[in-house]
């Protein structure tokens, strides 16, 4: 709980991944890759409780094992590829809500991002009930810049992504982030069937490190190396509004 307002962190994790098949139990650095952000959550002192969404019997079994709670087997129609999160983060609130369980915060953490640890999200919800906001997304500072990134139109021409100036450079250069699926957190009032987690204006920062999203076999060996070296206190974050 924080600020008398309880709070609900949900992990959405079906068996049926494309791009890594069954990565979310992948074991890096001889863990599942969901026990890090089982952890991260049950970490966070201001977590009432944590549970994971899934329709897979061995999802669940090393969920449970690691402490989150499985409280139902998520139905099919919300386990395909097409399914939106919003609806898998709605049929978890109303299943509370039915139960007459009621939460203030749902926060949202993705489990294919291993390295965003306990601090992170204990920060990130201190900040969203100090801006008093209705929701905030995680993103990580871009390498790239977009400035020198095109695009082809219709023609085959190359087109410019954003309308800055190319001849801004160095320490004048604006900064640019991505959304890194890492934490999302909203007001359980505020959620609806409509509700974009994307589209939020308040932004809490990771270090590129901690925003890794394991989506690909790369981003499994560059998961790995960073959670080997055991340097998670090295990773700072902060935050930008």
Do not use: W
Request: proline share 4%; glycine share 4%; charged share 30%.
């Amino acid at each position: 709980m924080i600020d008398n307002k309880k709070v609900l962190a949900i992990i959405p994790a079906r068996g049926g991944s494309k791009g890594i098949p069954r990565k979310n139990v992948k074991a890096i650095s001889g863990k599942p890759m969901i026990q890090y952000t089982i952890e991260a959550a049950k970490d966070c002192e201001y977590i009432d409780k944590v549970i994971v969404s899934t329709e897979d019997e061995e999802i669940a079994d090393i969920s449970m094992r690691a402490g989150a709670i499985v409280p139902f087997s998520r139905p099919e129609e919300l386990a395909t590829d097409e399914a939106k999160i919003i609806d898998v983060v709605m049929h978890a609130v109303e299943f509370y809500e039915r139960k007459a369980e009621h939460f203030d915060i749902i926060v949202l953490l993705q489990p294919t991002s291993p390295l965003r640890n306990a601090e992170d999200v204990t920060k990130a919800l201190e900040y969203f009930i100090r801006k008093e906001q209705k929701s905030l997304v995680s993103v990580s500072e871009v390498s790239e810049s977009p400035i020198f990134m095109r695009s082809f139109n219709k023609e085959n021409e190359l087109e410019k992504i954003v309308s800055e100036d190319d001849d801004v450079r160095g320490q004048n250069m604006k900064k640019y982030y991505r959304i890194n699926g890492a934490i999302y957190i909203n007001k359980a009032s505020e959620l609806n069937p409509q509700t974009s987690f994307n589209d939020n204006r308040m932004g809490y920062v990771l270090t590129k490190e901690h925003g890794i999203d394991v989506d690909e076999p790369k981003d499994l060996v560059v998961a790995e190396y960073y959670l080997s070296q055991a340097c998670d206190g090295e990773f700072l974050s902060f935050i930008v509004y």
